[in-house]
């Protein structure tokens, strides 16, 4: 099998047409005369896709082996080998997301701050993101914060802050500031059919104007990125316009992890980049493209449900008219067929690995009078003497087994 869709001739079969299936293992397909839908027996999943290959969204699979589709004019239909039954679905509905798959999960934070000295440290502070209560998939059951921090502040990008602070740290000790969190995490799903996406003048002026400005990471007057969000323009919708841009990163931007968060023009000159390069890269090409977009970041289990994760993770968000702000995350790394790179639209468990997949702690537009152009944690502290000076941050999961 190729994993293909062939346009035929009906009058005698030639190929006029073929793109990729979305993922590897098609088995059934109909059209309801806008998309086709094409159902996948290994990802158990029925994808809506265009007539140019393109994977919109996708919903899972009613039975565990799809074989066959159908539509009626209103409702698809699905036929599952394995359980010898047909399933009659909606083809669209007035949801605009689902999340399910709830976990509880306990997530400690730490960052620590380490002085080898031979000089001290004075008014160290650690800024500490404070996730959301609740999110579309994300509850905060309980919190506690350790130690208690010296105050709560707000960004100019509405994160809340706890603020951490102490006196001194002299040669050879350290100091840390983090919390324990009670949450629970589910997967979430957006459903997003363009044209139901409103239009570039139907989201609120106080986004526009907050989310359109430039940043120094991202630099959207360079002549390169101008360039390319001009070729960007020419798309009207805002869910293709995002999504074209998506794929510019994905296709120009080589996922890898060097170190240093160098400015977008940078970025995409050099075509490799970590993630948040990655996101800095996105948001440039959407906000000179006239499209408000911000990142969204926190940590992401490691291999196990119990795990350390200390690379953590940061991702694009882009602002929708009709559906608010919708997670796109330019570094992904599932490959880039059809059904992965959807995966990074809409959804949170791109990143793969097992259950829950990510946790948020912060929202961003740029420079955060507090974090800076970091997520999760940051530090700062004056320098008496020459200091030898080594920061550690951390994240520990642990999932339970029920909901």
């Not at 799809?66 to 699905?78: N, P, Q």
């Not at 996101?279 to 911000?294: E, K, N, T, V």
């Not at 320098?383 to 030898?388: E, I, K, S, T, Y």
Request: proline share 6%; charged share 30%; net charge positive.
């Amino acid at each position: 099998a190729d994993n293909m869709i062939y346009k035929l001739n009906p009058e005698d079969g030639a190929v006029i047409g073929c793109f990729r299936a979305p993922s590897r293992d098609p088995r059934g397909l109909c059209y309801d005369g806008k998309y086709l839908w094409v159902s996948d027996r290994t990802a158990d999943e029925v994808y809506m896709v265009t007539t140019d290959g393109t994977a919109v969204l996708s919903f899972r699979s009613p039975g565990p082996f799809a074989v066959g589709l159908a539509y009626d004019g209103k409702f698809i239909w699905i036929s599952d080998f394995q359980k010898r039954e047909i399933y009659k679905t909606k083809r669209e509905d007035d949801e605009r997301y689902s999340v399910s798959d709830w976990k509880r999960a306990k997530i400690e934070l730490r960052h620590i701050v380490r002085n080898s000295g031979p000089g001290r440290l004075e008014d160290v502070r650690i800024f500490l993101a404070v996730p959301p209560k609740k999110l579309e998939n994300q509850e905060i059951l309980d919190i506690k914060f350790s130690p208690e921090p010296e105050k709560f502040a707000v960004d100019r990008w509405g994160q809340k802050v706890a603020i951490c602070r102490f006196p001194e740290v002299g040669p050879g000790e350290e100091v840390s500031a983090g919390y324990v969190a009670e949450v629970r995490i589910g997967v979430l799903r957006y459903y997003i059919f363009p044209e139901k996406v409103g239009s570039l003048n139907d989201i609120p002026k106080d986004i526009r104007k907050k989310y359109l400005a430039d940043g120094t990471r991202y630099r959207i007057d360079d002549p390169l990125i101008r360039r390319i969000a001009k070729r960007m323009k020419k798309e009207e919708n805002p869910y293709w316009m995002a999504r074209k841009i998506h794929n510019y990163v994905l296709k120009h931007v080589r996922y890898e992890a060097a170190g240093g968060w160098d400015a977008a023009p940078v970025v995409l000159r050099r075509g490799s980049g970590s993630c948040s390069e990655s996101a800095f890269a996105f948001i440039a090409l959407c906000r000179a493209a006239g499209l408000p977009a911000r990142f969204e970041a926190g940590s992401l289990i490691r291999g196990d449900l119990r795990s350390v994760d200390y690379d953590n993770h940061r991702w694009g968000e882009v602002y929708l008219p009709n559906y608010g702000w919708v997670p796109f995350d330019p570094s992904i790394g599932k490959g880039h067929n059809p059904a992965g790179v959807l995966k990074a639209v809409g959804r949170s468990d791109v990143i793969g690995g097992p259950h829950p997949g990510l946790f948020v702690t912060t929202h961003g537009g740029g420079d955060s009078e507090y974090l800076g152009w970091e997520y999760n944690s940051r530090a700062m502290y004056t320098l008496r003497g020459r200091c030898d000076v080594k920061e550690g941050r951390y994240f520990l999961w642990d999932v339970s087994e029920t909901p």
